[in-house]
């Protein structure tokens, strides 16, 4: 049985009521402003399921399987065309499933939610122009403004950088929220939110929001925070800052402090096959001892960097043996003097379990026996050192102004693409977008 719904059947009093699989049908613009004022939701249905896949980590779903989802179900439909909307409903009352139909657009028990919707789209406004207020002449948030117009006009966009606010501009942003005082909502005011750590900056925000736009925090902790002390919540948001992606990652630095032997009782050859797995981009090599040219050359023609001291010093070696990160040593035959050196330089050490090796409580950081185990704990350093590197991949300029812009095009009703990267990062727009009120 299908059966339409209305607001005198009290959508939100069931809302928690887990005997029902709540749907929402639509999967656009409407379907996202509804998703925070609705629990448990099990689907999101929609013809471009297969294009979709999720929204929200909400699953969706083609009309068609509806038919097979077990039990009863809640249908919101949340589509904006009411031409559509009526299609839909006659589509559904055609199927055999056991459902309660909502019409988002047309059930006054979601207008009691939408009057809080979190802004105002009554002026809606095309980004053209945007100005950044900034009077810091230092490093750090200077340096913001600076990026953040060199990005702006990168991506097509007029940007201009002042002490106060421009009346012509489609959005003043300011740098430091401190000097921000708005006066007249039309200037679409908003401002980054820095260094709040007393009583009088939290009320201050709270005056300052009551006529600007967007506070814009730099981490999501920060803006729960300033939530719980009153600040409002549908007035915050938050955007993760950029690193200049100009920085060289450090690269391992691997010593190796022994001479050559016609026996090779060393196991010198090691090293070559090591690095045919290794990224040239996270290792370096400090080798001292004589006739290593041979393997050095070979390292070298394979991208590694290789400083290379074919005689021993020991002026030298006291100087080299701090700059490793780890010591390398494969031979078994009894142990290797520099092990002692690397371990009195606090020096990490990757080197085969033996002799005095083992007598040093602590001194073996990796314990190696064969080549695999050499050949494992160097990729083990080079995903973990890969790993770091890429968690801030994204944290660009680029990334940042874009996310700016996104939160610029909600507040001024702009909303057709800003949705296309919801799947990946949860700041900007998406933290608005994604309070539960």
């Given at each position: 049985m299908v059966k339409m719904m209305s607001y005198n059947d009290g959508f939100f009093d069931s809302d928690s009521d887990t005997?029902?699989?709540?749907?929402?049908?639509?999967?656009?613009?409407?379907?996202?402003?509804?998703?925070?004022?609705?629990?448990?939701?099990?689907?999101?249905?929609?013809?471009?399921?297969?294009?979709?896949?999720?929204?929200?980590?909400?699953?969706?779903?083609?009309?068609?399987?509806?038919?097979?989802?077990?039990g009863n179900l809640r249908i919101v439909i949340c589509v904006r065309s009411e031409k559509v909307r009526n299609e839909i409903k006659d589509e559904l009352l055609g199927m055999p499933i056991d459902a309660f139909i909502y019409d988002y657009m047309d059930n006054v028990s979601f207008?009691?939610?939408?009057?809080?919707?979190?802004?105002?789209?009554?002026?809606?406004?095309?980004?053209?122009?945007?100005h950044l207020i900034c009077e810091d002449k230092g490093w750090i948030l200077s340096k913001f403004a600076v990026r953040m117009k060199e990005e702006l006009q990168n991506q097509g966009y007029k940007c201009s950088v002042g002490n106060a606010v421009d009346p012509l501009a489609d959005i003043n942003h300011h740098v430091i929220y401190a000097s921000c005082v708005p006066t007249n909502g039309s200037y679409n005011e908003t401002f980054m939110i820095t260094h709040i750590d007393t009583?009088?900056?939290?009320?201050?925000?709270?005056?300052?929001?009551?006529?600007?736009?967007?506070?814009?925090?730099?981490?999501?902790?920060?803006?729960?925070?300033?939530?719980?002390?009153?600040?409002?919540?549908?007035?915050?948001?938050?955007?993760?800052?950029?690193?200049d992606g100009i920085i060289k990652p450090k690269k391992y630095v691997l010593g190796i402090t022994s001479k050559m032997h016609d026996d090779h009782r060393k196991n010198e050859n090691v090293l070559i096959e090591l690095c045919k797995d290794?990224?040239?981009?996270?290792?370096?090599f400090k080798i001292m001892g004589?006739?290593?040219d041979d393997i050095v050359r070979t390292l070298r023609n394979r991208g590694f960097s290789v400083d290379y001291f074919s005689e021993f010093?020991?002026?030298?070696?006291?100087?080299?043996?701090?700059?490793?990160?780890?010591?390398?040593?494969?031979?078994?035959?009894?142990?290797?003097?520099?092990?002692?050196?690397?371990l009195r330089a606090g020096v990490g050490t990757i080197v085969t379990p033996q002799g005095f090796h083992l007598d040093v409580k602590d001194g073996i950081t990796y314990a190696c026996r064969t080549l695999s185990d050499f050949k494992n704990v160097l990729l083990e350093l080079q995903n973990k050192r890969k790993k770091v590197i890429e968690s801030v991949?994204?944290?660009t300029w680029e990334n940042y102004v874009k996310k700016h812009l996104e939160v610029w095009n909600y507040l001024l009703g702009n909303e057709e693409d800003i949705y296309k990267n919801q799947h990946m990062y949860e700041d900007g727009v998406f933290s608005i977008l994604k309070y539960n009120i």
């Open positions: 005997n029902y699989k709540t749907v929402i049908y639509g999967a656009g613009m409407y379907a996202r402003w509804a998703i925070p004022y609705i629990k448990n939701i099990s689907y999101i249905c929609d013809k471009r399921a297969d294009e979709l896949g999720e929204l929200n980590g909400i699953e969706v779903i083609k009309p068609e399987q509806l038919v097979s989802i077990s207008d009691q939610y939408q009057e809080k919707v979190l802004v105002s789209h009554e002026n809606k406004r095309e980004i053209q122009h945007v009583y009088n900056k939290v009320e201050f925000l709270k005056h300052q929001l009551k006529k600007a736009k967007m506070g814009i925090c730099m981490s999501k902790e920060t803006m729960e925070k300033l939530s719980a002390y009153g600040v409002p919540r549908e007035k915050l948001c938050y955007i993760n800052p950029a690193q290794l990224d040239f981009d996270y290792f370096a004589s006739g290593w010093h020991y002026e030298e070696y006291i100087k080299l043996m701090p700059l490793l990160d780890y010591y390398l040593y494969w031979g078994f035959d009894e142990g290797s003097m520099g092990y002692l050196d690397a991949e994204a944290w």
